[in-house]
């Protein structure tokens, strides 16, 4: 496996190979960009938010390979917790299968109610809008929760960009 960084921070990408190194026996490149020609069937990505969305043509068929890093784990302030949520995230990214769609858990329904909870619509619009009741909103949220295993909202949004749900710009309403 290997794993390439493309951070917005230089510090950032080095304690990150550090602790790849150091914790999990991976060696670690970093890259200012990304294209056809470095990429292999084993690699794996830590993208920032800004890297992934200003390449989403490289990463979006790679997004089983590739982790999305926030500011929760690049600013966390000890050590342990870092390595315990790389643990976590290496983890989730060898159990992901390239040809597996993630999407196809989802229901029509589930998709439609994912896309207007990405574009930041409260429950109540969504019921209104999809002419449902607000506990059938509560019910797919809940489904949906459960069956991605993302529970806050801009985890659903960053899902529903690579997944092609909805794009950048729906965010900004």
């Given at each position: 496996m290997t794993v390439t960084l493309l951070l917005d921070d230089t510090l950032q990408e080095i304690g990150l190979r550090y602790l790849l190194r150091q914790y999990f026996d991976i060696?670690?490149?970093?890259?200012?960009?990304?294209?056809?020609?470095?990429d292999t069937p084993s690699s794996i990505y830590f993208v920032s938010p800004g890297k992934f969305t200003s390449s989403?043509?490289?990463?979006?068929?790679?997004?089983?390979?590739?982790?999305?890093?926030?500011?929760?784990?690049?600013?966390?302030?000890?050590?342990?917790?870092?390595?315990?949520?790389?643990?976590?995230?290496l983890k989730s990214l060898e159990q992901r299968h390239p040809d597996t769609a993630m999407s196809a858990e989802l229901s029509q329904r589930e998709i439609e109610v994912l896309s207007l909870v990405a574009k930041g619509l409260?429950?109540?619009?969504?019921?209104d809008r999809l002419n449902i009741s607000f506990n059938t909103v509560l019910s797919h949220r809940k489904n949906i929760t459960a069956k991605l295993g993302i529970k806050s909202v801009s985890g659903l949004s960053v899902y529903a960009i690579m997944n092609g749900y909805i794009s950048e710009g729906d965010l900004h309403r």
């Open positions: 060696d670690a490149a970093t890259a200012g960009s990304v294209d056809e020609s470095t989403l043509d490289f990463f979006l068929p790679r997004r089983s390979r590739t982790a999305i890093l926030d500011s929760s784990i690049t600013h966390a302030h000890n050590e342990s917790v870092i390595v315990e949520q790389l643990d976590i995230i409260i429950n109540k619009e969504i019921a």
